[in-house]
T-cell receptor
């Protein structure tokens, strides 16, 4: 199977919380990342977590990591229409700190 | 502080031609990585350069090559273009080869006709 998997679509109402999920297969993953891509743009680094951490919070963003299940999630609190974008999770492995392996991306649509 | 600059933003080439894309990293950053983004294959790692040396290479044919200059600017070259090379090519800049944060440019949209 794919190294990093994500569901393709997620729709939420403005003001609600969004939770985007990601699973990965390699238990040696060192860092796990969340990137955001808006139409016609490059990738914006949102946040990242080291593999020995369980949680990281940064303003409206909360990252949860379940290393046993190899499951990563990104929670966006108080989701706004400007959060509509494609969200990619990615991992790096020991010895290749700059080689990111990306998931297929989750299209988040925020409905008014 | 300027971000990662990729030129050109858009490019149209004919099959069989070659193309060179440019990436200027964030000032002070010495690591540059390249990625290809297509609807079918998603985001795939091409290669990484640090201090003018290729450190890591993805699973792409030899038609894809790159280099890095002493000022950390990088170029990637694709020879004998194929229709399947049409993609968004993204460059990522990092402080060094071990740094955790990679910052991406806007990309170069290459269309091969």
């Amino acid at each position: 199977g794919e190294d990093v998997e994500q569901s393709l679509f997620l729709s939420v109402r403005e003001g609600d919380s969004s939770v985007i999920n990601c699973t990965y297969t390699d238990s040696s993953s060192t860092y796990l990342y969340w990137y955001k891509q808006e139409p016609g743009a490059g990738l914006q680094l949102l946040t990242y977590i080291f593999s020995n951490m369980d949680m990281k919070q940064d303003q409206r963003l909360t990252v949860l990591l379940n290393k046993k299940d190899k499951h990563l999630s990104l929670r966006i609190a108080d989701t706004q229409t400007g959060d509509s974008a494609i969200y990619f999770c990615a991992e790096t492995r020991p010895g290749s700190a700059r080689q990111l392996t990306f998931g297929s991306g989750t299209q988040l649509t925020v409905l008014p | 502080k300027a971000g990662v600059t990729q030129t050109p933003r858009y490019l149209i080439k004919t099959r069989g031609q070659q193309v060179t894309l440019s990436c200027s990293p964030i000032s002070g950053h010495r690591s540059v990585s390249w990625y290809q983004q297509t609807p079918g294959q998603g985001l795939q790692f091409l290669f990484e350069y640090f201090s003018e040396t290729q450190r890591n290479k993805g699973n792409f044919p030899g038609r894809f090559s790159g280099r890095q200059f002493s000022n950390s600017r990088s170029e990637m070259n694709v020879s004998t273009l194929e229709l399947g090379d049409s993609a968004l090519y993204l460059c990522a800049s990092s402080l060094d080869s071990a740094n955790t944060e990679a910052f991406f440019g806007q990309g170069t949209r290459l269309t091969v006709v």
